[in-house]
């Protein structure tokens, strides 16, 4: 039998579906704001040239493609405010990551331990938040953090601090904000892997006289190492690029790249630069994007 | 690897001599309670294993083996009773901190450890030189046959390779007793009967104390010097292969362990042969008429009983035997029901005159059928009151 056989029309057409969803929703777009990224600013609609006409011709079509340059890219290089944007934004993603990974792997690995039947509850209760809206909740943390906010109340009551202590616009209330937004989703691939693994296997590292430390830092944590690098992946690359969270939460003083990018597009109606910025983020991301492609195979295959 | 295995076995001897002059046992189960909820999986059971025994625990499923076996290993605590290793109880004491190891029916081998380091986990853990380890680790992977592949991953290696990886790895730390739960039953039929044997091979070459839980009677009776037999919670026999199957105590332990012929009836004190000197009980079956037995060791308290007889006891033929040997001093008439040709032996069905079924069983000793019995044939079924049991019920 010959392997185009081995699959009916229908199967083949799934198969191309994906790609074509790339084609469509992310490549012709991406290609857009690259080339926008190589076009000047202009004061005009839309705001930047040159405009590639089809109905102008060949010759019109050429000069147009004369015209873009690198300039927009130089500018990123040369200015300190979208290098140190970028390298916030890094910074951010990363302490952010390390946080959430300490928080949640205690809590999956607590939901993985539970009896079958209070899995299913625990797991509701970590997905229940989502049901309100985002912004909502965003604006929630802002109510409980403000000045004669619910938290500072219940620190004045408890004698705790005697002036109420200023929590919004500081990196300690976005952190929150993050923590509190992502844990989910590094909560969900490690309770994956933690519940799927075998507890005959912790039996045995015990039965061949691992303490309980040892049997987790030599058998379980190695095992949960997939659940780990797709937790910190799926947090860490979306972190890079939040814009919603810094803007309420963290002060103004440095801006993560999201927000340099906003103020770019919309304050500066400076097009060009804000594709190249764009531009730029999806290339420091392509690195961890491959990275949690790979692991997502691996775990296809093992599977 | 034959003067490893000489070694090893030197070493075994040297260790077995004092346990041996101490005539304790390795093992000493008490009156060990587990309770689940109201369930009782052990039942106030006792048992004693010596140093160098292979004992098979055998039942079916459900039966408090595996619960029994896993208290051994630390990871039930039992509810009651005591278990003492060497003198010592250690029904309390956590799994990680026994001299006793065990190989896990799933083998459970780490699936992110190579061969080697699967083998050298638990010498690790016991805090032993790297190079004393590395020793270790060759003499394990010579004695299971394993050379070549110690750095492959679990998920490279075919069902039988990870059942020695599991085997060398629980018998690394050369634990005092080592549980087997159902170690061979992810293997099919020709790997695990070759691996039976080396398994009874290994146990006696290291003088080890082997605890196996399995539900395969065949293969307990293949490796086990004693077998323990279970039902809910309690052990309903402790017996040789051979006594267990030829002297079964109870009517339960003698249908589950093998094929055999059951005949209900009660004690005809007024009919006592004739035939002989030796002494014969006469038991009225129900439906199979007179069968006559020896009389058995324990005097039969109640007159309620139960004729037992191993099909392979039962012979059949054309017409009675002529000669009046006690041998045959049961004959049963009646016409054959079922063949069954089984290669080395032909089993029979027939369906007496009394109404009972009988089966036979009778190995070809010839190639040509000239002793075969067809459907519908009418035949003589006959044995010697020596071969049958007598069981209350």
Excluded at chain 1, 127 to 142: D, Q
């Amino acid at each position: 039998m010959s392997s185009s056989s081995l699959f009916t029309r229908p199967a083949r057409l799934a198969a191309i579906a994906p790609y074509l969803w790339m084609g469509l929703f992310f490549l012709v777009p991406f290609l857009f704001v690259l080339k926008i990224s190589l076009s000047q600013t202009a004061i005009a609609l839309p705001p930047y040239t040159p405009v590639f006409d089809m109905g102008e011709g060949w010759e019109a079509i050429k000069a147009a493609l004369a015209a873009l340059s690198f300039d927009n890219f130089k500018l990123l290089v040369s200015d300190d405010l979208y290098i140190l944007s970028y390298l916030r934004s890094l910074m951010v993603a990363a302490i952010s990551t390390a946080i959430l990974l300490v928080i949640g792997y205690p809590i999956a690995y607590g939901m993985a331990c539970l009896p079958q039947r209070w899995q299913g509850v625990a797991m509701m209760l970590v997905i229940v938040p989502f049901w309100t809206s985002f912004l909502i909740r965003i604006y929630a943390w802002i109510n409980i953090l403000q000045h004669d906010g619910l938290l500072n109340q219940v620190l004045l009551a408890l004698h705790l601090v005697s002036a109420p202590v200023v929590w919004l616009s500081t990196d300690s209330a976005m952190y929150l904000g993050i923590v509190y937004s992502y844990l989910p989703f590094m909560i969900l691939p490690l309770y994956a892997t933690l519940a799927k693994m075998d507890p005959a296997l912790l039996e045995a590292a015990f039965d061949l006289g691992a303490s309980p430390r040892q049997a987790f830092w030599r058998v379980t944590f190695p095992l949960s190492l997939p659940g780990v690098g797709a937790g910190a992946l799926l947090c860490f690359i979306p972190i890079v690029g939040e814009f919603v969270i810094p803007d309420l939460l963290a002060g103004s003083d440095s801006l993560m790249i999201g927000q340099t990018l906003w103020l770019e597009f919309f304050t500066n109606k400076d097009w060009p630069v804000a594709s190249a910025t764009a531009a730029v983020l999806l290339l420091l991301l392509l690195a961890p994007l491959l990275l949690y492609d790979r692991l997502q195979r691996r775990q296809l295959e093992q599977s | 690897m034959n003067d490893d295995l000489a070694k090893a076995a030197d070493e075994a001897d040297s260790r077995r001599e004092p346990q041996a002059a101490a005539s304790q046992p390795l093992l000493r189960i008490d009156a060990v309670v587990k309770k689940f909820g109201n369930f009782r999986a052990v039942d106030a059971l006792s048992l004693d294993v010596h140093a160098g025994e292979f004992f098979a625990l055998l039942g079916p499923s459900g039966c408090g083996k595996t619960t029994l076996l896993r208290m051994l290993a630390g990871f039930e605590v039992p509810d009651e009773g005591r278990i003492l290793l060497n003198g010592r109880d250690i029904a309390r004491v956590p799994p990680h901190q026994r001299p006793v190891n065990m190989m896990f029916q799933s083998y459970a081998l780490f699936p992110h450890l190579s061969v080697q380091d699967n083998i050298a986990f638990g010498l690790k853990r016991a805090g032993m030189p790297p190079a004393d380890i590395d020793a270790r680790v060759a003499e394990m992977v010579a004695l299971v046959k394993l050379k070549g592949l110690e750095k492959r991953k679990p998920d490279q290696l075919s069902g039988g390779q990870r059942q020695r990886v599991a085997l060398a790895r629980s018998l690394a730390r050369r634990p005092q007793l080592l549980l087997l739960d159902e170690p061979l039953a992810a293997l099919d039929k020709k790997l695990r009967e070759r691996t039976q044997l080396e398994l009874m091979e290994l146990q006696r070459r290291l003088g080890l104390t082997f605890i196996i839980v399995t539900h395969d009677q065949e293969e307990a009776m293949t490796m086990a010097g004693r077998i323990g037999v279970m039902d809910a919670g309690r052990l309903e026999q402790v017996a040789t292969p051979r006594e267990l199957y030829e002297a079964p105590r109870s009517r339960w332990i003698a249908e589950f362990v093998g094929d055999i012929n059951l005949f209900e009836g009660t004690q005809d004190t007024a009919e006592i042969s004739h035939l002989t000197m030796a002494p014969r009980l006469a038991i009225a079956t129900r439906d199979a008429g007179t069968i006559y037995v020896a009389e058995p060791r324990e005097k039969l308290t109640k007159s309620s009983v139960c004729v037992a007889i191993r099909p392979e006891k039962v012979k059949l033929s054309r017409r009675a035997p002529v000669s009046d040997d006690t041998k045959a001093l049961n004959r049963l008439e009646g016409i054959v029901t079922d063949v069954s040709y089984l290669g080395g032996m032909t089993s029979y069905k027939v369906k007496l005159d009394g109404g009972a079924v009988i089966r036979s069983s009778m190995a070809n000793t010839a190639r040509l059928d000239l002793d075969s019995y067809s459907p519908s044939q009418r035949v003589v079924a006959w044995f010697s009151p020596e071969d049958c049991l007598v069981l209350e019920q």
